[in-house]
Nanobody
Framework: QVQLVESGGGLVQAGGSLRLSCAAS????????MAWFRQAPGKEREFVVF????????YYAGSVEGRFTISRDNAKNTVTLQMNSLTSEDTAVYYC???????????????WGQGTQVTVSS
C-alpha cells in the first residue's frame, strides 16, 4: 500500500523560507496528480497547489502564487514545495495528497500524508 510521508516543516520567522518534501513509500502512478493542502486551527482544509503527473501543469492558490513553488521527481517518487516570503497567514499543518485527477477539492484525492506543521512567527 502506498503511503505519503511529509517532512520539512518547522518554525520560521516571517519573511523566511521552508522547503517541504513528500515521499511516496510505494510507487504511485506517474499520471497521478500531486497536491499540497493546508489546514490552520479552526479552519477547513485549504488548497495550496497541485502539479500534474508530467510536472508540466501547475496551479496555485492566489494566496501563495509567486511565493510557493511545487516540483516533482517521478523517478524518486517525491514532490517538494518551496515556500518563500512566509507570513503568519501561512501557519498551518501542510498535507501532501495524490489522486487521479487534478483538482482543488480535497475529496478528489485518494492518498494523504500525515501532515507536517509549519509555524511562521511574526
Amino acid at each position: 500500500q502506498v503511503q505519503l510521508v511529509e517532512s520539512g516543516g518547522g518554525l520560521v520567522q516571517a519573511g523566511g523560507s521552508l522547503r517541504l518534501s513528500c515521499a511516496a513509500s510505494g510507487r504511485t502512478p506517474n499520471s497521478y496528480a500531486m497536491a499540497w493542502f493546508r489546514q490552520a486551527p479552526g479552519k477547513e482544509r485549504e488548497f495550496v497547489v497541485f502539479v500534474s503527473g508530467s510536472g508540466l501543469a501547475t496551479y496555485y492558490a492566489g494566496s501563495v502564487e509567486g511565493r510557493f513553488t511545487i516540483s516533482r521527481d517521478n523517478a524518486k517518487n517525491t514532490v517538494t514545495l518551496q515556500m518563500n516570503s512566509l507570513t503568519s497567514e501561512d501557519t498551518a499543518v501542510y498535507y501532501c495528497a495524490a489522486g487521479a485527477v487534478l483538482s482543488t477539492t480535497p475529496q478528489k484525492y485518494d492518498l494523504w500524508g500525515q501532515g507536517t506543521q509549519v509555524t511562521v512567527s511574526s
